[in-house]
C-alpha cells in the first residue's frame, strides 16, 4: 500500500522517541527522570477538573459553533482585558482544538503552494510540518546567542524575498525558553506588515514568561492585525484537554469558521464548558504561583548544570526550557542524549529536533517536573559528566 509523499517525507519528534526510550528502561525495572516532555506537571486546576465533571454529568454536549462556544470566546477576551490590558473583540477570538489546530488552521488559511513562511532556527518542529502540509516552504533562518536564538528585524530583512508571506515567531519559543523584546517584535512585524505578509505570533508561553512589574505584553499591544496563538496546554496545565485559541483579524473570521467547520467540526464541548473555570481570580492565583514555582525551578536547574560544567548561552526568561551547549564535553547532542538516558536513565531532547543550526551542539532540558525530580536528574547529569 502506498502512502502520501507528505506522510513520508514527515521526521518524527526526537523528544518522543526518547520518551519511548525511556519508557523501555522503566519496564527493566530502571529508574527514569524525564526532562525530554514540554508538559507541565501540575495538571488542570482543581476548579477546571470540578467543572469537566459536571458538564460531563449534564450528559448534554452538543457540539458548539466552529469558532468555539460564545461564553468562552468571551471569556478569553476578557483575559486579556484583565491580564493584558488589551481590548479584544470576542468574535476575533477563536478556540481551537490546541494550539496546534490553532496553526494549522492558519496555515489552511494563509499558505498556497510555493509561498514561503519566515521562522527561526531553532524553533518548535511542528511548525515546519504545517507550513510543507500546505504545499508551502519553510525559510529557516539561523540564529544564535547573539539574538537569543529569536530572529531580529536585521535577519529577517536579510533574509525576505519575494515569496515570503508570513513571519512565524514563538516568544517565548520552544526550545530556548527566551523571548522577543516588544520594540524587536514592534519592527518585524512593522516590516512584515508593510511587505502586506501575516504576522503569526504563538504566545503559548506569554503568561509563563518573566513580567515584573506588570503584566507580560501580548504582540496585540503593538500589532492589532497579528494573528495570535494560544492554548490552555501550558499556563492552564491542560495538555490532554486539546484546547487552545487564535485571535485573528475580523476579515480572517468567516475563512477559519470555514475551514474549521470542515476540518474538525468544533473543539471539545466539554472541555469548552470545563475551560470557563479558568478565568476566575482563584485559578488565575494559582495559575500565577505555578509560574512561580517554574521560576524556583529554573534556578535550581541553571545552578546545576553550572555545577556539572554545562553552558546555557542564554537563560530563559519563560516557559519551562533550558537549551545546553554539550560541545564542551566532546560529544554530539545525539550522543549525549543517548549516553545520558542509557547511563544515567535521565532523558532529555538533542536540538535536532529544532532545526539544523548548531543543532548537534545543544540538547534541550524540560523543567516541568518537581524539584525533587530535578535535582535528582541534576545530580546524575553532574555524575555523568564528571566522568
Ligand atoms: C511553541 C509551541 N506552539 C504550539 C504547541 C502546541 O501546543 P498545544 O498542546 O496547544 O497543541 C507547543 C507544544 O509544545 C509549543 O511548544
Not at 470540578?50 to 468562552?72: C, F, I
Not at 508571506?165 to 518585524?188: K, Y
Not at 472541555?271 to 478565568?279: K, N, P, T
Request: aromatic content about 8%; hydrophobic content about 45%.
Amino acid at each position: 500500500m502506498q502512502y502520501s509523499d507528505r506522510a513520508n517525507a514527515i521526521a518524527p519528534f526526537f523528544a518522543m522517541a526518547f520518551g519511548e526510550k525511556a519508557t523501555a528502561l522503566e519496564n527493566q525495572g530502571r529508574s527514569v527522570i524525564r526532562l525530554n516532555i514540554g508538559e507541565p506537571d501540575f495538571g488542570a486546576p482543581p476548579a477546571v477538573q470540578q467543572a469537566m465533571q459536571q458538564a460531563v454529568a449534564k450528559n448534554e454536549l452538543p457540539y458548539t459553533g466552529a469558532l468555539g462556544d460564545m461564553r468562552l470566546r468571551e471569556a478569553i477576551a476578557g483575559f486579556y482585558q484583565s491580564q493584558h490590558g488589551i481590548h479584544v473583540d470576542p468574535n476575533q477570538v477563536v478556540v481551537t482544538a490546541g494550539a496546534s489546530a490553532a496553526l494549522l488552521l492558519t496555515c489552511a488559511a494563509l499558505v498556497n503552494p510555493g509561498d514561503e513562511v519566515l521562522m527561526g532556527d531553532p524553533s518548535y518542529p511542528c511548525n515546519r510540518q504545517f507550513v510543507k502540509t500546505f504545499g508551502g516552504n519553510v525559510n529557516l533562518v539561523p540564529t544564535g546567542a547573539d539574538s537569543h536564538f529569536q530572529l531580529n528585524s536585521k535577519l529577517v530583512s536579510e533574509h525576505w524575498n519575494a515569496h515570503t508571506r508570513a513571519l512565524m515567531i514563538a516568544t517565548p519559543s520552544n526550545p530556548t525558553g527566551t523571548a522577543v523584546a516588544l520594540d524587536e517584535l514592534d519592527r518585524m512585524c512593522a516590516f512584515a506588515k508593510e511587505k502586506q505578509a501575516w504576522r503569526i505570533i504563538d504566545e503559548i508561553y506569554l503568561d509563563l514568561s518573566d513580567h515584573a512589574p506588570g503584566p507580560a505584553k501580548s504582540v496585540l499591544a503593538v500589532d492589532d492585525g497579528a494573528i495570535v496563538i494560544n492554548s490552555f496546554s501550558k499556563f492552564f496545565g491542560m495538555t490532554g484537554w486539546r484546547l487552545g485559541w487564535m485571535i485573528v483579524p475580523d476579515e480572517m473570521v468567516p475563512v477559519i469558521e470555514r475551514l474549521a467547520q470542515n476540518l474538525y467540526i468544533c473543539p471539545s464541548t466539554p472541555a469548552q464548558m470545563a475551560a470557563l473555570a479558568c478565568f476566575t481570580p482563584s485559578t488565575l492565583a494559582l495559575c500565577e504561583e505555578r509560574r512561580q514555582s517554574l521560576l524556583t525551578r529554573r534556578h535550581i536547574v541553571l545552578d546545576g548544570l553550572a555545577k556539572a560544567g554545562l553552558s546555557v548561552p542564554v537563560a530563559p526568561s519563560g516557559a519551562f526550557y533550558v537549551y545546553i551547549d554539550v560541545s564542551l564535553t566532546g560529544m554530539s547532542a545525539m550522543d549525549f542524549c543517548e549516553q545520558l538516558l542509557a547511563e544515567t536513565g535521565v532523558a532529555l531532547t538533542p536540538g535536532n529536533d529544532f532545526g539544523d543550526k548548531d543543532a548537534d551542539r545543544y540538547v534541550r532540558l524540560s523543567y516541568a517536573t518537581s524539584e525533587q525530580n530535578l535535582h535528582e536528574g541534576l545530580a546524575r547529569i553532574q555524575a555523568f559528566t564528571a566522568s
